[in-house]
């Protein structure tokens, strides 16, 4: 029976192998399965990542140096966030050139080379694309601004007159996501009041005019330039907001309350969406490829698509459009295990509609960081390797977060060191991202931990002094840690591909506790009660999130055994 892990099995995780998916239990890729089905993508936020130069800021030759932690942890590939020029209002997202590299963060030289090396390790490489907006100091908004009400250069964006006898009141009700009115008023060059301009993020975001030919011309020209540059595939940014519905009608109270009402806002998931994205499809299957990167047919879009109604969401991922999206209902979904099974079980039907895989995640860049979401502390932890071993042994992709194989929790930063827009425009009442931004832990006893050079006062983000026993090294060693039980568990992963055949939970309606095949003769098992769960007796346990109690499985732990049943086939 094997628990957590031990020293001795961290040594001999092997890297990963060619394809992300299943081996059909030859051991050998299954061809005919496409690679990104069930893939583990690993999310770099390279500002926090590593960092190459000694500035204090994470980049792009500092994360090439890191991707050998990636090897050993066993992912399939990698999708870097923005690491374009940017001013920084919005974490990177508020792009000023979406075919550059911030200089703070390396050169294209260095883009190449780190694409390079994770094609040399056999890991994939995903970029961002960030279609609905722009920086405010992109040239097309400079020039936009520039001219006059009604030119064609304003027409890239979405500028409007306001209402009201003077102009002076918004063009509509709605709301930015950041909090506050999605509208700003611009001066003229004349100096007069002027016109509107429509962002559903922060005001230094202005948001494409996506009905504008320009627009889509040179976001086929921004795909083109990063697929010739080898990467494997998209994250697509806010892709259910790109157009918003014609005549821009009032969206009504409570916007930005309930996620379950997005699909019904007139600025999200509009059904123009789904000609856009057959044709992105079809760009990625077509262009050619450069050697390294996978051919064109196998390329991947993800959409981070904000949309929580699960047939519309299944849209997104429906055939000729874009292979996955991410599964926030999972993310957002509290520690119990009714809920847990209700999300898995709605999200499973809703992708298999439309014969696409749930891509599932833990966390993001956007969210509250696991062990700290499930209630901190031992509690928390303990949750959150439950939550990984349940995630993983799921059918489909996998999505981890940089730190998440680290167990770090959410950093309590200080006030003045906040830079997501989310705390101002929200009058300082919610903290907003930068909890989960704070730079990895790599080593050593104390900050910057092997993160920079620089001084820790000189890091982008103070790290916390209590993190020398979170860094990878420490973990390394220690048989019980997280980051053993993510190696082991992704390892273990790939061993026993997922089957074909329809998820099927078992379990209590109570939902105490519950428990699925992921096929190939892994059983998991998620204990959420009070009551220790007893083990099946021709139980092998692979692998466990806590140790058990006897031959019972203790609240909060998840167990992946295989049955001798199947042993015996
Ligand atoms: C996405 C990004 C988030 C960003 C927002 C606006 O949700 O993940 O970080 O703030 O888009 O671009």
Redesign the pocket.
């Known amino acids: 029976m094997t628990m957590s892990g031990t020293p001795d099995d961290v040594g001999s995780v092997p890297g990963p192998a060619v394809a992300g998916h299943g081996t059909g239990g030859s051991g050998e890729p299954d061809s005919a399965v496409p690679w990104w089905r069930d893939t583990v993508c690993y999310e770099i936020y390279p500002r926090s990542f590593a960092d190459g130069d000694g500035d204090g800021v994470g980049d792009l030759p500092g994360a090439t140096a890191r991707l050998d932690h990636l090897r050993e942890l066993g992912v399939d590939a990698v999708w870097i966030t923005p690491f374009y020029p940017s001013p920084l209002a919005?974490?990177g997202?508020d792009i000023t050139d979406h075919t550059a590299v911030a200089p703070d963060l390396g050169t294209q030289a260095d883009f190449d080379a780190l694409v390079q090396r994770a094609h040399a390790l056999g890991v994939k490489v995903l970029v961002d694309l960030?279609p609905?907006?722009t920086s405010d100091e992109h040239p097309w908004f400079r020039e936009g601004l520039a001219a006059r009400p009604g030119s064609r250069a304003r027409e890239r964006y979405i500028f409007r007159p306001g209402r009201g006898e003077n102009g002076e009141l918004p063009p509509n009700d709605w709301q930015s996501a950041f909090g506050g009115p999605a509208w700003t008023r611009v001066q003229e060059s004349d100096g007069s009041p002027g016109e509107w301009y429509l962002h559903l993020?922060a005001p230094q975001?202005p948001d494409l005019n996506w009905r504008d030919h320009e627009v889509v011309a040179d976001f086929e020209r921004i795909l083109k330039h990063w697929l010739d540059r080898g990467v494997d595939g998209f994250r697509v940014?806010?892709a259910h907001t790109l157009f918003k519905e014609q005549g821009l009608p009032d969206a009504g109270a409570g916007q930005h309350q309930d996620i379950h009402r997005n699909h019904l806002m007139p600025y999200y998931d509009q059904e123009e969406l789904h000609p856009l994205f057959r044709s992105w499809r079809a760009l990625l299957d077509s262009h050619p490829a450069p050697a390294g990167a996978v051919p064109p047919g196998e390329r991947v879009m993800v959409a981070?698509a904000g949309i929580f109604d699960r047939e519309r969401l299944a849209r997104y991922v429906s055939p000729g459009e874009m292979q996955q999206t991410f599964n926030f209902a999972f993310l957002e979904s509290r520690w119990d295990g009714a809920a847990m099974r209700n999300v898995v079980e709605q999200s499973v039907a809703g992708m298999q509609a439309v014969g696409a895989p749930v891509t599932w995640v833990l966390s993001?860049?956007?969210a509250i960081r696991p062990v700290t979401r499930y209630g901190g502390g031992q509690v928390g932890e303990r949750r959150a390797r439950a939550a990984a071993l349940l995630m993983l042994a799921l059918p489909g992709a996998a999505y981890v977060y940089q730190g998440e194989e680290l167990g770090l929790p959410q950093v309590e930063l200080a006030d003045d060191r906040l830079r997501d827009p989310l705390w101002e425009r929200s009058g300082h009442q919610d903290r907003g991202r930068d909890g989960c931004r704070v730079p990895l832990p790599w080593e050593g006893d104390a900050a910057p931990y092997g993160f920079s050079t620089a001084a820790p006062e000189d890091c982008w983000f103070p790290q916390p002094t209590d993190w020398a026993g979170l860094s990878a090294m420490t973990q390394e060693k220690d048989g019980d840690s997280m980051l053993t039980l993510y190696r082991r568990a992704l390892r273990l992963r790939r061993d026993h591909p997922a089957s074909d055949a329809a998820l099927k939970l078992d379990g209590p309606d109570s939902g105490e506790w519950f428990g699925f095949e992921r096929g190939s003769g892994l059983r998991c098992v998620v204990n959420f009660g009070a009551q220790p769960l007893p083990l099946d007796d021709d139980a092998d346990v692979l692998l466990s999130s806590a140790p058990l109690d006897g031959r019972g499985i203790p609240q909060d732990t998840a167990v992946w055994m295989t049955l001798k049943e199947y042993d015996s086939e």
Request: no cysteine.
């Open positions: 919005d974490g997202y960030v609905n907006h993020h975001q940014d806010v981070e993001s860049h956007d």
